[in-house]
């Protein structure tokens, strides 16, 4: 009865063993994906403060484009109400109309 009983403690003990051995691969496993996860959220974060501040470049870039064009109106404008008095009808320089005909 004793060996029976040596027996049954000796599988018992092996059982155990065999479930700790299998809950640490379980473990190593969980670890492992957790590092995974940790590394994908700082990448993430990062990706996200990039499109923060792409956001932020692109909207100072639109606000200089409209002031670029608000500077060129009120140029513009400017020019269109200029008052040449007797110059308005004087011809161009030849070469000055060579010029502006290039651009």
């Keep these: ?3 029976y009983v040596a027996i ?3 599988v018992a003990c092996l059982g155990l063993c065999g479930a700790l051995w299998w809950q640490s691969g379980a473990l ?7 590092a995974r996860l940790e590394r994908n959220a700082a990448v993430l974060t990062e990706q996200a403060e990039q499109a ?3 956001a932020d470049v692109a909207d100072a870039s639109r606000q200089r484009v409209e002031r670029m064009n608000a500077e060129a109106s009120a140029t513009i404008e400017a020019i269109r109400n ?4 007797e110059c308005a009808d004087a011809p161009l320089d030849p070469a000055l109309t060579d010029l502006l005909g290039r651009r």
């Excluded at 190593?28 to 957790?34: A, I, K």
Aim: charged share 25%; glycine share 4%.
């Design 82 to 85: 200029l008052q040449l008095g």
């Design 28 to 34: 190593d496993t969980l670890r492992d994906n957790n």
């Design 1 to 3: 009865m004793i060996k």
């Design 52 to 54: 923060r501040l792409a």
């Design 8 to 10: 049954a403690a000796l």
